[in-house]
């Protein structure tokens, strides 16, 4: 189910890239704050030590195989990348940069994912240097001393192993979340020491901690953290989230419901003082404001109803209750705070394409 | 202890707790086993380096686990003792047979057991060493094979590079993209592919049909770009260019090189005899410039040219399946029409790629992408 949710994530981004994609939010559009995938994944990543490496693989296998179906929809000849090891130097940079360049940095510039940009190739010991400028992961976000884009990461490397056929592995040397100009990224074979050595450092962070408060501020205030704007395409948001459940989904939906619940109960007072009054209006702004729904309450808080549309994590996306196991928590958090009682979820469904959510008190 | 010799014991219960106790004494390391079953699932494990069998011992039978050890590379080099009884002529000529390099007379006396275990253990010793530089020798060899391979490769492919490089040249004179020969030699090989040709051959067609418009650069620029219709004249000149591309890539002694000359000098040749230079007929065209002949008109069709937009995918095939037994060889036809689905999509493959990022061309069919 997750990887049908991905796939089809992919295939919209190509669509959009070949103007061949609908709209799937006719009111709000197909846009959401960079915000949104930014704390969902730093949260996760801060209450789970092990899930940089999760991340990782999941983004990687699922590139990987997106990447492929990718150049194959396309008609890229099969033996296009033939004995590409045995390539001289030039012509394997300006092969391999056409293709990047053409497909995979266009689908990311069309959803305002990042500039992807190959810098540098060598072919023995493979090592392909990407540039990754304007990243959506970690735009904004300044309160690191290494990399973070553990999900680009992966994909980066996934769509590299795809196209030349070979087992490959990246770790960030620059980020922006620690003070770069852009997210770079080493990739090279997966078995090399060099390689190896990279990988596991930087999958294995000391302390993952982020301000998102500070980050929420940008973002509601408008502030730009980044030339590309502060928006990325609802197919991103979906990829990110759907790549934190691949692996034991069950258990990591539960998890995820968690981390949502207490970001939830964290963000509430940001959202009072920003608003400047109190009360459920502010959820119905704020994730009006960063472009996740729109929602119709029915009902108080003895029983709270919600009606939510357009809701960026399902949108034109194959209908998995998982996939909305963030926000369910993330709502069940501010819901509590906002109506000064614990809440808990009583009930969620989709029907038709809006889901229905409803919060109880918890006693 | 690890510095001990190691001994696998496998003996009958009455043989068993004297033959251990003899062997701690000695300060080996006893690794015992209950039955010829467990000898032969611990001996991989533990190493040993002797192992010693009573032809009393429980389980199994014991020529059929000496037999076992010997099928097993490591186990085979491991020297096996036997505890037999004194005149069981029959059954140590069967052992020896078998592979057993040693024997004790049962009751078993400590020292003869010490020196002939000794002796062994520096067989045992010697074995594993021949052992392991056999492995590394092998290793050694696997690897510069590898190397070598790997360098035979980097050659062909960087010759290969340069020769490409100077195709591209050659179309650039003609046209304002060298992307034609990259697409007409991934036409050529799929046509290749799907006559069932071998990879080797696929291989060198892929690399070899680059060149086959290269002796364009010895065709002069008044002629090669000459806007509007050529006069019978200038119409020599131009056929002259797969005659200088042969001359060019002539006596060469690479397979790929070969294939490139036979292209070139064929690929406007006609199945019925109609084309150009030698007006060679059928089968007396070489295969490779039978295909290539195809990939080139096909990719000229479905190309936009100064004087023509290009030809829609029906009409280029309409065309090919026309020509086929007149122009083209019709096995090859045949060939091509059978992977008509896979030439389509490299078809908008390279239109995808010909366009600018931001384009939203409507003349380019890209709604077959999402077929499947």
């Known amino acids: ?363 | 202890m690890e510095d001990k010799a190691k001994i696998l014991v496998v003996c009958g219960a009455s043989n068993k707790s004297l033959i251990e106790t003899m062997l701690h004494s000695m300060e080996y390391q006893v690794i015992p086993a209950e039955s010829g079953d467990e000898a032969l699932q611990r001996v991989e494990d533990a190493q040993p380096n002797v192992v010693l069998l009573d032809i009393m011992m429980p389980g199994l039978d014991v020529f059929e686990v000496i037999g076992r050890l010997k099928e097993d590379t490591v186990a085979a080099t491991t020297p096996i003792v036997m505890i037999t009884s004194a005149g069981d002529v029959e059954n140590r000529l069967k052992a020896l047979e078998a592979g057993v390099d040693e024997f004790l007379t049962s009751p078993v006396d400590q020292v003869e057991m010490q020196v002939r275990l000794n002796s062994l253990l520096k067989v045992n010793a010697y074995n594993r060493q021949l052992l392991v530089y056999q492995n590394d020798i092998e290793a050694e060899v696997a690897r510069r094979t590898q190397e070598l391979t790997r360098a035979f490769e980097k050659i062909k492919i960087a010759s290969l590079d340069t020769v490409y490089r100077l195709s591209r040249a050659a179309e650039y004179k003609d046209e304002d993209t060298g992307a034609h020969v990259e697409r007409m030699s991934h036409y050529s090989s799929a046509i290749a592919r799907a006559m069932g040709l071998d990879d080797e051959f696929v291989e060198n067609i892929l690399w070899a049909a680059p060149m086959h418009d290269i002796g364009k650069i010895g065709i002069p620029d008044n002629v090669l770009q000459k806007p509007g219709k050529l006069t019978d004249k200038e119409w020599e000149i131009m056929r002259q260019h797969t005659t200088i591309g042969s001359e060019i890539l002539k006596d060469a002694d690479t397979d790929f090189i070969i294939l490139a000359q036979d292209i070139a000098l064929s690929h406007h040749e006609k199945w019925n005899g109609s084309g150009y230079p030698q007006g060679l007929k059928g089968t007396d065209i070489p295969l490779a410039g039978r295909i290539v002949s195809l990939a080139d008109v096909f990719d000229a069709l479905t190309s936009e040219r100064p004087y023509k937009k290009p030809f829609p995918l029906e009409k280029a095939l309409d065309i090919i399946k026309e020509d086929s037994g007149s122009h083209f060889d019709p096995d090859v036809a045949e060939a091509f029409l059978s992977v008509e689905d896979e030439i389509a999509k490299e078809l908008n493959f390279w239109k995808f790629m010909s366009l600018e990022p931001d384009s939203s061309d409507s003349d380019t069919d890209l709604s077959n992408l999402f077929g499947d």
């Open chain 1, 1 to 363: 189910m997750i990887n049908s949710v991905i796939d089809q994530a992919w295939a919209s981004m190509l669509a959009s890239v070949l103007k061949k994609r609908d709209i799937s939010r006719v009111e709000i559009g197909d846009e959401v704050d960079l915000y949104i995938p930014q704390s969902r994944l730093l949260s996760l990543v801060e209450s789970n030590p092990d899930i940089p490496r999760l991340l990782y693989s999941s983004a990687q296998e699922s590139a990987r195989r997106n990447a492929g179906t990718i150049v194959n929809k396309l008609g890229m000849p099969s033996d296009y990348f033939w004995k590409f090891e045995y390539w001289p130097k030039a012509r394997a940079f300006s092969t391999l940069e056409k293709i990047v360049t053409r497909i995979f940095a266009s689908i990311m510039s069309q959803a305002k994912e990042g500039s992807l940009k190959i810098t540098e190739l060598d072919v023995e010991p493979l090592r392909i240097n990407i540039s990754f400028g304007e990243c959506a992961e970690c735009a904004g976000i300044t309160d690191f001393e290494y990399g973070i884009c553990y999900y680009h990461a992966g994909t980066l490397s996934g769509i590299l192993s795809s196209l030349i056929n070979r087992d490959l592995d990246s770790f960030e040397t620059n980020c922006h979340a620690s003070g770069g100009d852009s997210c770079d990224f080493t990739i090279g074979d997966k078995t090399e020491e060099f390689m190896r050595t990279g990988y596991e450092t930087y999958i294995s962070p000391p302390v993952i901690s982020a301000d998102l408060a500070v980050r929420l501020e940008k973002s509601l205030n408008n502030i730009p953290v980044r030339a590309l704007g502060n928006m990325v395409d609802v197919s991103y948001l979906q990829l990110a989230m759907a790549n934190t459940l691949l692996s034991d989904t069950e258990n990591a939906a539960l998890s995820s419901y968690e981390v949502g619940s207490q970001l939830g109960h964290r963000l509430a007072p940001v959202l009072a003082a920003f608003y400047g009054h109190e009360g459920l209006q502010n959820m119905g702004d704020y994730y009006f404001q960063l472009g996740v729904f729109t929602v119709e309450m029915k009902g108080d808080k003895s029983r709270l109803e919600l009606n939510i549309k357009e809701c960026a994590v399902s949108a034109g996306a194959v209908k998995a209750m998982e996939m909305t196991s963030f926000l369910t928590g993330e709502l069940q958090g501010l819901t509590s705070e906002l109506t000064g009682m614990e809440m808990k979820l009583e009930e969620s469904r989709f029907e038709d394409d809006n889901l229905l959510l409803t919060f109880v008190p918890a006693g």
